[in-house]
């Protein structure tokens, strides 16, 4: 079954605890991009990469980092998690020409930074 | 870069009435307009898009509506039913390499029934 996977879908952590939400997708899709979701504020994009090796900031990357070494595999790492950072967070992957083409969501993450 | 508006915020419609939503974008060099709907607790899925080459599409009771002159598009739904409550964003993308999707903030519409 094609699909984005994202764990783990929930999460209560501390601030300054270093964590890692990891993202895989299994359709061979070359971008895959991180967003959050706050109430009023719709779906900001974090980062995005458009293949292996090539990342790049989306609107808010403050805070968090990212890594592609494998076309499957986009983690999102929160270096020193803080209060703000309490959000719902969404991994998506598409086909090449990102914003031509229709983004597959994973299950969301719900974190909260106490 | 691109700006995505969604107005109303909310909506409230009768079941069977119809619902209009509309966005306005800021780049007039967007050219991809899709709509996401996001049921709670699930994950956003699109339902319908549209390329700047046509001007309305339409798929069973959803349609969506572009017009490039004035930067707005947005989604009809007909005949509306209490699984169409749900929160729908537009968004926004120029038809290139590393191109962004820019995402509206939402709109929740709940169909009474």
């Known amino acids: 079954e094609a699909q984005v996977t994202q764990n783990p879908r929930y999460l209560i952590t501390v601030t300054g605890k270093k964590l890692t939400v990891t993202c895989s997708q299994n359709?061979?899709?070359?971008?895959m991009s991180w967003y959050r979701q706050d109430p009023g504020l719709g779906l900001r994009q974090i980062y995005y990469?458009?293949?292996?090796?090539?990342?790049d900031k989306g609107d808010v990357p403050e805070g968090y980092k990212v890594s592609r070494k494998e076309k499957r595999n986009f983690p999102l790492i929160l270096e020193s998690p803080s209060p703000n950072q309490t959000s719902l967070y969404f991994c998506a992957s598409s086909l090449w020409l990102a914003g031509w083409n229709e983004q597959f969501f994973g299950p969301g993450t719900r974190l909260t930074v106490l | 870069g691109e700006n995505v508006e969604q107005h109303p915020s909310t909506l409230s419609v009768q079941e069977g009435d119809s619902a209009v939503i509309k966005c306005t974008y800021s780049?007039?060099?967007?050219?991809?307009f899709p709509w996401y709907k996001q049921e709670l607790g699930k994950r956003p899925q699109l339902i319908i898009d549209i390329r700047s080459n046509v001007g309305e599409k339409k798929d069973q009771r959803i349609a969506v509506t572009l017009n490039k002159t004035a930067k707005h598009f947005s989604l009809h739904i007909t005949e509306t039913q209490p699984e169409d409550s749900a929160v729908y964003f537009c968004a926004a993308s120029r038809s290139r390499a590393n191109s962004k999707l820019t995402f509206g903030k939402g709109i929740t519409l709940s169909v009474r029934p």
């Open positions: 990469s458009m293949n292996v090796e090539v990342t």
């Open positions: 780049d007039s060099a967007s050219n991809y």
């Open positions: 359709m061979n899709h070359e971008y």
